[in-house]
């Protein structure tokens, strides 16, 4: 089992709609968690992180984070095109040294 | 956020050249930097941890004595690539964790080998 699995999409949502991006991770002893967003030709940028079970919100975006299920999501309300880009999701892996790993990202698609 | 430097953004350079990219974390204290490969298309490729004061730590499949590194201060890391080929040409993205753990990326360097 990879130790963090994302569909690569591209996932396709209407503008205004929400956006739900999901994650698994394998290392049950995990317990930080980002989503990062990454437009084409650029480098990855930190949307939000989530260490404790449940949701966190901060403004459009909602990072929700299962531990039981190793399980993590963002959702995306009132989509724009904007939008539009690769999202990687990262767990710092206790059992690799701490390091961050990425999963291989889900592009997504905003429709007009 | 915390912000996170690369200079240059772009370089290109002849065939058997090397080239030197330095990442800095502007804003905050950086006891570990990493650096990334990126390939059209494709995904992050970590490469190696930078740790200040001691050895980079280099992932499998990646050549140590082609990319080095230097972490020699907690603000600095530099990855040289020596004796470039066209085959290196790629994106070449750095990274430094803070103090909680979150990781911040710097904006990538371009690399173009003739």
């Known amino acids: 089992q990879k130790e963090v699995e994302q569909n690569s999409g591209p996932l396709s949502v209407p503008e205004g709609a929400i956006a739900s991006l999901n994650c698994t991770y394998s290392d049950r002893g995990s317990q930080s968690f980002f989503w990062y967003r990454q437009y084409s030709g650029k480098s990855p940028e930190l949307i939000m992180f989530?260490?404790?079970?449940g949701d966190k919100e901060d403004g459009r975006f909602t990072a929700q984070l299962n531990k039981a299920s190793q399980y993590v999501s963002l959702l995306i309300r009132d989509s724009q095109p904007s939008d539009s880009a690769t999202y990687l999701c990262a767990v710092i892996v206790k059992n690799r040294d701490d390091k961050i790993i990425f999963g291989k990202g889900t592009r997504l698609h905003i429709l007009p | 956020g915390a912000v996170v430097s690369q200079h240059p953004s772009r370089v290109i350079c002849k065939s058997g050249t090397s080239v030197k990219i330095e990442c800095r974390s502007l804003?905050?204290?950086?006891?570990?930097m990493f650096w990334y490969r990126q390939f059209p298309k494709q995904s992050l490729m970590l490469m190696a941890t930078s740790n200040e004061g001691s050895k980079a730590t280099y992932e499998q499949g990646v050549e140590k004595d082609k990319f080095l590194i230097n972490h020699a201060s907690l603000t600095l890391s530099t990855l040289t690539v020596t004796s470039a080929h066209p085959e290196d040409s790629s994106f070449y993205i750095c990274?430094?964790?803070?103090?909680?753990?979150?990781?911040?990326f710097g904006p990538g360097t371009r690399l173009l080998v003739l």
């Open positions: 804003d905050f204290q950086a006891t570990t």
């Open positions: 989530i260490y404790s079970n």
């Open positions: 990274s430094a964790r803070e103090g909680g753990g979150t990781q911040y």
